[in-house]
């Protein structure tokens, strides 16, 4: 893949929809895939963290992966989350979303045992990229230490990029930590960066970062894939705050059911009444928070 095929611009990162009975939604998971390629985004990030991915099992990933090769989403276009506990797992995922002709893979470290040192960090990484053995990987490591409990230190990052320069080319880094981001973009010129969130967007593109995989693009994606489009012009900073407003909708209470909650009122589809324990419904008073707030932002999300 060159350069100019890499994945860039606004990625959402997937909310996966479910039936009651808490099994896969995959008619409406495509839908919505659709709904955001028609509607500013560049590609899908699905099996993250939104996507409830450490929820489901390895056969249901598989699934979600197939569907996507299935409803004729181009490979290109998708990172897929791919990263378990377990390296075998990754190492299926991974191969199969390399047969989907996955753009990239979303690879979180192993998780479980906390406090892991620098050396065993590349090493879980290294075996991956050793047994998966395929020029056409590419890797985006993803930092999410609010989650994983642990961050991945900016020398083990630059140490993977320089020692797999063509495979782990970039990063989701989701920690919300701007003078973090700004250091990585200064010191690694040919890592490809997303900030996890759209409030660093025009701020990341401005140092050679290459778009944002975002939560909340699943619903702010028309209004992002805007601010991407022209993030140069003299306007974007103002263009950036409206953007961030958007984001911090959802803030102060459970992002992934109130966004499932926001979708199913806005598109009256049931699919999204539903996430797996621990999730619960969001509450009334959460929608009616995160509605009234992107309504006094003058956003309404297209239906179509």
Not at 61 to 80: F, T, V
Not at 85 to 109: H, N, Y
Not at 216 to 245: C, F, M
Request: proline content about 7%; overall charge positive.
């Amino acid at each position: 893949m060159n350069k100019q095929t890499q994945p860039t611009g606004i990625y959402a990162a997937a909310l996966t929809p479910m039936n009651i009975d808490l099994s896969l939604n995959l008619k409406l998971f495509i839908k919505h895939c659709n709904w955001l390629l028609d509607n500013g985004c560049d590609g899908i990030a699905p099996l993250g963290t939104t996507g409830e991915a450490n929820s489901l099992s390895i056969d249901e990933r598989l699934s979600i992966l197939e569907s996507l090769a299935d409803a004729g989403i181009s490979g290109n276009k998708l990172i897929a989350g791919v990263g378990c506990c377990a390296f075998p797992d990754t190492i299926t995922l991974t191969k199969r979303a390399l047969e989907c002709g996955a753009g990239g893979v979303l690879m979180l470290p192993p998780f479980y045992y906390k406090k892991p040192s620098m050396e065993g960090l590349f090493s879980a990484f290294a075996n991956i990229v050793d047994k998966i053995n395929d020029p056409e990987l590419k890797i985006y490591l993803y930092n999410f230490p609010q989650q994983v409990g642990f961050e991945l230190p900016i020398e083990l990052v630059a140490k993977l990029h320089k020692t797999f320069p063509d495979t782990i080319v970039g990063m989701k880094d989701s920690s919300g930590d701007w003078p973090r981001m700004k250091k990585i973009l200064k010191e690694l010129p040919t890592f490809r960066l997303f900030p996890g969130s759209e409030e660093f967007l025009v701020p990341a593109l401005r140092l050679g970062g290459v778009g944002c995989i975002s939560a909340t693009v699943n619903i702010s994606a028309p209004y992002a894939g805007r601010v991407y489009k022209n993030w140069k012009e003299s306007d974007a900073d103002k263009e950036q705050i409206h953007l961030t407003r958007l984001r911090n909708a959802f803030s102060g209470m459970a992002t992934i059911p109130a966004m499932k909650a926001y979708l199913e009122k806005t598109f009256g589809d049931t699919g999204w009444r539903t996430a797996r324990p621990p999730f619960l419904q969001t509450t009334s008073a959460d929608l009616a928070k995160a509605s009234k707030r992107l309504s006094e932002a003058n956003f309404s999300i297209p239906k179509s």
